[in-house]
């Protein structure tokens, strides 16, 4: 694999803030650890309970460098959402993540323990977190990557709609639409999205006042279910699936849209074990 399709590899995102949190957490404690077991930058330097505050704080400092970034990123659309966040995106968004957190914790350092801000000295920072933290971390990332992507290709290659479906024809109806007609449903805030065909297969778009949640409930058929946190999709019209490492994309019957499957909901696609 060359390179240049390795960066264009779609990367596997957080599902939601929590897990957006638990990472930044994770890294930060990774931090506080790292620093007092290996007392590298000077840590050894320090006695009792001292090196354990300066651990703590560079901890400290760390996460909250992190959610301010992944903000900053999100207004900014550093990190976008989906298929176009790709590994080379990911590693854009790690550099600036390192570096902010890098001019953090100098800034922490400098005015906590010297009560000043010598800027000749933040190369150095800078050269200690990547060492730390760009490189392995990009390393266990492309490895991760390549596992993910391959364990979801096999599950998407697995996958039959009779394995996975056997009800009968439903006559039920959503909005006045027939749920046999419909492909997919869409969250839009308040709204929704239904995508349908009408009977010479032409693609039709119905925006009504519900909610996903809404939608399941009323569907009687069964054929609707969650797929992603933004989607319905109707289970008898898959025609195929591909995986990559975000997930698995649903190819569906008379439509041109490709629908995520993102990892909370894959073990609906899972074939018997």
Not at 219 to 228: E, F, K, P, T
Request: contains cysteine.
């Amino acid at each position: 694999m060359n390179i240049s399709a390795l960066l264009a590899k779609p990367f596997p995102q957080e599902e939601s803030i929590g897990q957006t949190l638990a990472i930044a957490v994770s890294i930060s404690l990774f931090v506080v650890v790292f620093l007092y077991v290996f007392e590298p930058f000077g840590v050894h330097q320090l006695e009792g309970l001292t090196q354990l505050y300066v651990c703590l704080g560079f901890g400290a400092t760390t996460l909250l460098a992190s959610i301010t970034y992944e903000a900053i990123s999100r207004l900014t659309r550093l990190k976008v959402v989906g298929a176009r966040f790709t590994f080379g995106r990911w590693l854009v968004y790690l550099f600036f993540a390192l570096l902010f957190i890098s001019l953090a914790n100098f800034l922490f350092v400098r005015l906590a323990l010297f009560g000043d801000i010598q800027w000749a000295l933040f190369p150095y920072m800078i050269r200690g977190t990547f060492a730390v933290g760009f490189f392995p971390t990009a390393a266990i990332a492309t490895v991760a990557l390549l596992r993910q992507e391959k364990k979801n290709k096999a599950i998407a290659s697995d996958y039959t709609p009779s394995k996975n479906v056997d009800r009968s024809p439903s006559n039920a109806s959503l909005f006045g639409i027939s749920e046999n007609q419909i492909r997919y449903v869409q969250a839009l805030q308040n709204y929704v999205t239904i995508v349908y065909v009408d009977d010479n297969l032409t693609m039709k778009k119905s925006i009504e006042r519900s909610t996903l949640q809404g939608i399941a409930e009323q569907a009687d058929s069964g054929s609707l279910i969650r797929c992603h946190r933004s989607f319905l999709v109707n289970m008898d019209h898959i025609a195929s699936i591909s995986g990559n490492a975000q997930g698995l994309l649903l190819a569906l019957n008379d439509c041109d849209e490709p629908i995520p499957v993102s990892r909370r909901y894959i073990d609906l696609f899972r074939g018997p074990n």
